[in-house]
């Protein structure tokens, strides 16, 4: 039987561990020599992984789809909510159980979550696999090279797992199934994406991965600086093998790697940010250029997905599913009238006071809502007004059932988008150079220093006024700046605040042991893998 290769359909090998078994034969495969060639192998290999950095199903893609890391990071935290309104969004409690807290290791994101990190995972393993097995095609250089990505992008794919789960196993070859595969601590999985970032730095392409081009959308050495500022920032969480223990490392003790200096976390978070802001990277004049329909040219976006309605079968949900259904029709799209902020959000945004922050209004819809100049209208001819201060868990029954809440702004309508919004044109934004001038900031102040210039800018740029660098108005700042981009929840733990009461957010009984800090291993996780153990508190 000749050996054959999957291009569309490679992901099912990586479910196995789920479904069990395969079809031997699918008919969407190529013979392996067609395959592997000097042409495609490129693409056949490393290639392929990029295709799911976005996703069109639930719990697929780093952002724009549902119940997945986006929605994980967003709705358990003080940042924005999906209430439940009437006959709306409820979902079994799903919504409600995130915001609380009541995490079960049988909920299905979590599963699903898991399975899709894993899924990336198994794919970059087979695609240094297959580089190796047919390294004859390749020079040296671009053995190296191709491995190199494959790598990065795998080490970034821990990155996810090592924040939402905690210990998880760590495979790195392609001959380890995963229901063999053991866990190894939070300590040394940080550790070990950490120097695997910094050791392929070298290797990776000194490029934007932000601008359309040979590197558009890509793993590259500014994605990789960035994604070792994160883990040398979050370093105090993701060392502490206990996070139910009520202390952590101190991140001046910990001592990290930068090319080939040491430097605690703190420093070495600084140093990664500089190598950003000296590979050219700026703020835009204009916050809104971020997320402008055509957003490949600015300077400040660092990582996207990129988005072509006519090319990807990416979506992005998050307006779709926030406006109001009359607030759709009238700009020819449809709508879910869900996702919106919550009233402590629209209180750090100083809403309705002289000193309301600018980037409210360019975050969020409130009060009359207007397309094209005109009052869009409810089904009973009334204004459609959106109350940010109405909003509550459960609308149910409320006067504002479905019109509570500020809704999202944050990205340009794309007026020929396709169905119904779903596929636009604005590459959807992960990381971004904002977020590095608010991780310098924070560091710096960690580390005993004064990060008043970094803050300042950020502020600057909207035009708001100069605040000074404390840690408490730092994490305020990066809920301004950085609303609707899926950062609050690492914010919340790193601040020790996640597991307290907010808004309208009641700790649950035993929450003090900050146990809900990550989140539990699935249930048909650990029932597939017997070596599994489940995370302390579940």
């Known amino acids: 039987m000749k050996r054959h290769l999957s291009i569309t359909v490679i992901t099912l090998f990586t479910v196995i561990f789920l479904s069990g078994c395969l079809d031997e034969n699918p008919r969407d495969r190529l013979d392996e020599d067609e395959a592997y060639t000097t042409a495609n192998i490129y693409q056949n290999t490393v290639g ?13 893609g780093l952002q724009g789809t549902a119940r997945g890391v986006y929605d994980l990071n967003t709705f358990t935290t ?8 009437g006959g709306d969004w409820y979902d079994g409690g799903l919504w409600q159980d995130l915001y609380r807290h009541s995490f079960s290791p049988s909920l299905q994101p979590f599963s699903d979550t898991w399975n899709y990190l894993y899924k990336v995972i198994v794919l970059c393993n087979q695609a240094i696999a297959h580089l190796e097995e047919h390294s004859e095609l390749l020079t040296p250089t671009q053995l190296a090279t191709y491995t190199a990505e494959a790598r990065a992008l795998r080490a970034m794919y821990y990155y996810y797992l090592l924040d939402l789960f905690g210990t998880v196993p760590y495979v790195t070859s392609n001959d380890i199934t995963m229901v063999k595969a053991e866990q190894i601590s939070r300590s040394t999985l940080f550790h070990a994406i950490y120097d695997e970032l910094n050791s392929l730095l070298p290797l990776l392409p000194d490029a934007r991965s932000n601008q359309e081009g040979e590197h558009y959308g890509h793993m590259t050495r500014h994605v990789a600086y960035f994604l070792l500022a994160k883990l040398a920032l ?16 101190d991140g001046k003790e910990i001592m990290l790697t930068c090319d080939d200096m040491r430097k605690n976390a703190w420093e070495a978070c600084i140093y990664w940010c500089n190598m950003l802001e000296h590979s050219g990277y700026g703020l835009e004049r204009d916050y809104t250029k971020n997320f402008a329909v055509y957003n490949e040219e600015s300077v400040e976006n660092i990582f996207t997905i990129p988005m072509d309605k006519n090319l990807y079968a990416n979506t992005f949900m998050y307006l779709f599913r926030s406006r109001h259904y009359n607030h ?8 879910e009238n869900g996702s919106c902020a919550t009233c402590s959000t629209v209180m750090t ?14 975050n969020y819809y409130s009060d009359t809502v207007k397309v094209n100049g005109q009052v869009v209208c409810l089904d009973d001819g009334s204004p459609l007004v959106y109350k940010p201060r109405a909003v509550q868990l459960d609308l ?31 590459d959807i934004v992960l990381f971004r150079y904002a977020d590095v001038l608010l991780m310098k900031a924070e560091a710096k102040v960690r580390n005993g220093q004064d990060g008043t210039y970094e803050l300042n800018a950020v502020r600057a740029r909207v035009g708001m006024p ?7 108005n730092i994490l305020d700042e990066r809920l301004l700046e950085l609303a609707w981009e899926g950062w609050r929840r690492q914010d ?28 539990p291993i699935p249930s048909r996780a650990l029932s597939l893998n017997s070596h599994l153990k489940q995370n302390k508190g579940y």
């Open 234 to 249: 979050n370093a105090e969480i993701w060392t502490d093998d206990d996070c139910t223990s009520g202390s952590r490392p």
């Open 396 to 426: 149910t029954g409320s006067p504002y059932e479905k019109t509570a809440g500020a809704r999202m702004k944050k990205y340009e309508i794309d007026p020929t988008a396709y169905n119904d919004g779903l596929l636009q044109d604005n």
């Open 466 to 472: 100069s605040r000074e660098a404390t840690l408490g």
């Open 78 to 85: 003080d940042e924005a909510m999906l209430p439940t309104r």
């Open 328 to 335: 759709g029709s009238a700009l020819g799209m449809a709508a």
């Open 492 to 519: 919340l733990i790193r601040f020790d605040l996640y597991h307290l009461n907010y808004d309208e957010r009641v700790a649950l009984i035993g929450e003090e042991d900050r146990h809900t800090t990550v989140f």
């Open 349 to 362: 945004y100083e809403y309705g006071f002289e000193t309301e922050d600018k980037r409210f209004k360019l």
């Open 48 to 60: 392929n992984i990029y295709f799911y950095i976005g996703g069109n199903a639930d719990s697929q």
